[in-house]
């Protein structure tokens, strides 16, 4: 261990310092510090010469002094842009309001988590709500071994991580897709317009599709599968895509509402008949989706805001909270599907 290492101040020190130092994965120090897992002995030493050598103090205790409390929750997002966030935060601003506390936002891109969104925590917050992709890994186990409380939504935490989650149930959502559309009307060449490649939600609803297939005796074609990324444009452009390269299908199944509508769209410039020549079915149920006569899966988002909420107030008055809350989904048959 060398003098540079000693002469950091010990509020600097993070885990991922403590990783570096004692050359280790990040899980791996979470596992000694919340003691989940066995490590090899070498390794143990290694961190827990770290830990002194650089004064690391997992447990936060500035923050417990003299009971102070801000009555501030964090919620660290996305770019809010479209009309997925407009009832989660309806739910989390409702939540909060209720029970005495005021919100703090802070944006990012898809997956820009990292140091630079540590502007929300224990120094003018009492608790912290991640949504998917918002956070990297870097500032999840921060938080964690800190002891500072947050709640995930819309995403599981990490392998060997025990952190509370509220989310929906998406594979068999999406399961009940590719069954309606394969039972009810006879569609056997069902695109998959999937979400980021990163999203939580996004992976499991291809999973989902892809096992209700299997359960079908149908195969699954990779071809089928075009990038929607939860964009109306992105989906539109995967839409034109195939029927200018002419891939035959017969329905289309989107993995979140604003991609099926982009969809419904370059099918529409194309001639072609949502309903009755090519199926049409969201994810998520959002608000313009009964107007729009969108066949799509109804997710509870608005609970889903709420509850996490609730967890994390919990998690503040020392409460143990959920360690996962998986709300169900239901599909809903509208014209675009076929269904009248």
Known sequence: MGRKARERKAGQVTIVDVASLAEVSISTVSRILNGSAYVDPE??????????????????????????RTKTLGLLVPEISDDFFVPMLRGIEGAARLAGYELLIKTTSYGGGGRGNWALGEHNTDGLLLFADSADPELVADLSVRGFPFVLLYTEPPAGMRIPSVTVENESGSAAVVSHLAAAHGRSRIVCLSGPESNHDAAARLRGYRAALESLGMAFDPGLVAPGDFSAPVAASSIRGLLRRKVAFDAVFACDDGAAMGAIGAL???????GADVSVVGFDDLAFAAHSSLATVRAPTEEVGAHGVRILISLVDGGEGLESLVFPTVFVPRRSCGCE
């Open 268 to 274: 529409g410039e194309a001639g072609i008949r949502v």
């Open 43 to 68: 390794k143990r030493e290694r961190i827990e010469a770290a830990i002194r050598d650089l004064g690391f103090a997992p447990k936060a205790a500035a923050r417990a002094l003299a009971g102070r």
